[in-house]
């Protein structure tokens, strides 16, 4: 029998050991947490500016300034609720006092290089108000008058719940929404700037009760004149064969120096077109799986403004099951898809199909510049394109091509999970065998899966490694509303406030090669003595990673010593009869396994603890 004194000591290390390690779970997944001045905040709009480096929020009737780093070392607040008697008026209609008759701050845009523009649903009575935050300079300004008051009709909904899009681009704000008090009027405006507003036509044709999740303005090329706006939506769907009420997402664009036609479409869109996104994994018999009900859209920028990459978050709307899909789309692909053939119908008894008549010059979608003119014939503005290209856009806003995703397939499906995945931020990181591209994907409960997708050599084929799933806050069940990513961090939004969380936590993987190689993280590797952050160019004899395969095997052993650089760790840990001892059962990242192997004796049992893939998971 061991000295009943060690045995003692070794169960006191042991219930240490469980409490470092709970603390350590509790601690590791969030850095500092911003909860508003008054212990709550109501996120409802969020900018990350990367040149001041400050958090601007928007809230009910209050707007945040914080200035990034510890999320919460500093912050300046204003008060802006509804103006006078519009609080009351709201009340009289029937609205709730809490969640509706308040003013919820949708929309938060940088205006000029002083100055931002929010604008709020004032208690069912749009407003917009410009906030002076300063130039890039070491004081932290951020004021309003609240005596400069625009109306705000157009720029965002009356309904604090109402879904919006929008982007702000040289002076001019463009917003796809429901802009009428009973949320009826569906449409894309233009407002601001020097030019007169722009708006789509009333017209189920071009938008049938559409749900607007994104704007983005993507250039073409070198011109200019050639910028388009880009609007991301999902709507009810008119083709033929469709069945009443399916949905449909669609990617739809608009000229930016589009200013309407002469005699047709005055002061109207007259570049609009859309197509259909389609997101689905294939199936038996050519029945593919359709998710068409979109939740979130990621533009992932490229040195190639020309040509990001957009990632989408797609659900499917079907009562048989739940699940979810992300696919990435090409900007090649969308264009080519726009520059496809038309759909067309006939009359109410006749079927879509390709439009095959002859298209009208210019054609319709494409921009007035220098590509487009022509000797004799120059097209300085929309006003300038002849009726019948305005009549035939008019006629037909829908492209007959759908765009399909990468690969034809999603990079990330989830089905009959407990939880909806709602947004989605990307991070392009460079790692030893080339660029990953790291997803951090926001569910309805509060947490974070951090995800990569891996392509299987010549295959069509990818790969899910969930990295991590982070609890951003310590109370579960907080849907999460927004995310950012801003120099390293990860900002996450609820309606408990604001979260920062590292995007790398290398620490956490454990203190053994093997661990650090399991857990394919791209940021980081194995340095010969710890899990550190992996930094690109770093001449380190012993760094080791393995993002594609994570075999510690291969890494973990130098091959010109043959000296083993701990492919597993083994621990022992003692215990004593008809009693407890505590086993760290979690892994320290989703690919590694935790095994016990027990050896028992007369006196005593031995435990060793071995981090390598096993059929025999720990229990």
């Known amino acids: 029998m061991r000295d009943k004194r060690k045995v003692d000591s070794a169960r006191a290390d042991s219930s240490a050991e469980s409490l470092t390690y709970q603390r350590h779970l509790l601690s590791t997944n969030r850095s500092s947490v911003f909860s508003g001045h008054h212990g709550h905040l109501s996120v409802t709009a969020v900018f990350l500016d990367e ?33 006078p008697g519009n609080r009351e008026d709201c009340i009289q209609t029937g609205k709730d006092p809490q969640t509706e008759c308040a003013n919820f701050v949708r929309l938060l845009q940088p205006y000029n290089r002083t100055h931002l523009l929010a604008c709020g649903t004032g208690a069912f009575q749009p407003m917009c108000a410009f906030i002076y935050v300063g130039v890039f300079l070491p004081q ?25 899009a929008s982007t702000f681009s040289g002076g001019e704000l463009y ?39 994104a704007a983005h303005l993507i250039p073409d090329n070198d011109d200019r004149d050639n910028d388009k706006v880009y609007f991301f939506f999902t709507e009810k769907a008119t083709e033929a064969g469709e069945r009443e009420g399916a949905i449909h997402t669609r990617v739809g664009r608009v000229c930016a120096n589009d200013v309407g036609g002469q005699r047709v479409l005055v002061n109207k869109w007259s570049t609009f077109i859309k197509a259909r996104l389609v ?51 090409r900007m090649t692909d969308i264009r080519e898809v726009f520059n496809g053939p038309f759909a067309h119908k006939e009359g109410p008894d006749y079927q879509w199909g390709a439009y095959e008549g002859r298209v009208p010059y210019p054609r319709p979608g494409v921009c007035p510049s220098k590509i487009i003119n ?31 995703p990468a690969l034809r397939r999603p990079v990330l499906v989830k ?64 849907p999460l509303s927004m995310l950012n990513i801003h120099s390293q961090a990860l900002y996450a939004s609820s309606p408990l406030g604001v979260a920062q969380v590292k995007l790398h936590r290398c620490e956490t993987y454990g203190k053994a090669c093997a661990e650090c190689c399991l857990a394919r993280d791209p ?26 395969h994570g075999n510690p095997a ?66």
């Open 175 to 213: 917003t796809g929404l429901t802009a009428d008090f009973l949320g009826r009027d569906s449409v894309i405006f233009r407002s601001m700037g020097g030019r007169s507003t722009m708006r789509t036509e009333t017209d189920q044709k071009l938008l049938h009760d559409p749900k607007f999740i």
């Open 415 to 478: 089905a009959n999970i407990p939880y909806k995945l709602k947004q989605i931020v990307v991070d392009r990181v460079e790692a030893e065998d080339g660029l990953y591209d790291v997803m951090f994907i926001g569910t309805d409960i509060g947490t974070v899966l951090k995800v990569i997708a891996l392509n299987n050599g010549n295959s069509l084929e990818t790969e899910e490694v969930t990295l991590e799933e982070l609890q951003v806050f310590k109370v579960r069940l907080i």
């Open 51 to 83: 040149y001041r480096d400050r958090l601007f929020l928007g809230g009910k009737d209050v707007l945040y300034s914080l200035t990034l780093g510890p999320v919460s070392s500093e912050s300046k607040e204003i008060f802006w609720p509804p103006l």
């Open 554 to 619: 291969l890494q973990c052993v130098d091959q010109n010593l043959s000296e083993d650089l701990d492919v597993t760790e083994d621990r022992v840990v003692f215990g004593t009869e008809n009693n407890s001892t505590f086993l760290e059962c979690v892994p320290r990242s989703p690919q590694a396994t935790v095994t016990w192997l027990v050896q028992l004796s007369w006196s005593a049992m031995q435990v060793l603890k071995h981090y390598h893939p096993s059929p025999f998971p720990c229990k």
């Open 374 to 404: 022509q000797p004799g014939r120059e097209f300085g503005s929309t006003k300038d394109f002849p009726d019948s290209v305005l009549q035939f856009a008019r006629n037909h806003p829908l492209m007959w091509r759908p765009v399909y």
């Open 523 to 548: 940021y980081c590797a194995w340095d010969g003595s710890s899990c550190t952050r992996f930094i690109p160019n770093s001449k380190r004899r012993y760094r080791r990673q393995d993002i594609r």
């Open 140 to 164: 932290h300004v951020f004021t309003m008058d609240p005596l400069n008051v625009e109306n705000g009709r157009g720029r965002v909904p009356h309904d604090p719940s109402f879904p919006f």
């Open 279 to 329: 997101c689905s994994v294939p199936g038996p018999h050519g029945i593919d799986t359709h998710f068409n009900q979109l939740e979130d859209v990621f533009l992932m920028r490229t040195k190639d403004e020309r040509n990001p990459d957009v990632y989408a978050i797609f659900s499917t709307i079907s009562n048989v099951f739940q699940g979810f899909a992300v696919c990435v789309y």
